[in-house]
DNA sequence: CAACTGACTGCTA
DNA sequence: TTAGCAGCCAGTT
């Protein structure tokens, strides 16, 4: 493929290292990598580590707390159920509480 | 080769 | 306050 996937290997990293019970934005990966404007590209890096195992892509959510990229898994509501199987409520693809599981990059590390 | 879409965000009306 | 629009990078058609 290519070796240029330091921004892809980066948001891969960063989702890896999300704490169980937590989530994050693709801004707020975005902004830790260096590309706050580029948050797209994070969507389309996690559209490829949704392949990956490795990369809990269901703890990635948008800014509002809505599960957009719910539709992308295998099943209709998997990304749902793995969110609450970790102790996040999820009512109608919208994150509960979503400024408390809310984990930061750049503030956490 | 050119244009559009897409797991988004922030600003302006 | 809520709603709508433009900007961004990359891949696909």
């Known amino acids: 493929m290519k ?4 921004f892809f290997e980066k948001v891969y990293a960063v989702t890896r290292l999300v ?4 989530v994050t934005t693709y ?8 590309a706050a404007r580029s948050a797209r590209m994070v969507g389309w890096a ?4 949704h392949n990956l195992e490795d990369v ?7 800014r509002k707390g809505l ?9 209709t509501n998997l990304m749902q159920q793995l969110l ?5 409520k999820v009512i109608e693809n919208q994150i ?11 503030a956490e590390l």
Not at 27 to 33: E, R, V
């Open 67 to 75: 599960l957009t990229g719910k539709h992308h898994f295998d099943g």
């Open 46 to 49: 996690m559209n490829k580590a």
């Open 96 to 106: 509960i509480d979503f400024d408390k599981v809310l984990w930061n990059p750049s």
């Open 27 to 34: 801004g707020a990966i975005a902004t830790y990598l260096g």
């Open 56 to 62: 809990p892509a269901h703890r990635v959510v948008n």
């Open 19 to 22: 704490p169980f019970g937590r």
């Open 84 to 88: 609450e199987n970790e102790g996040i």
């Open 3 to 6: 070796e240029t996937d330091n």
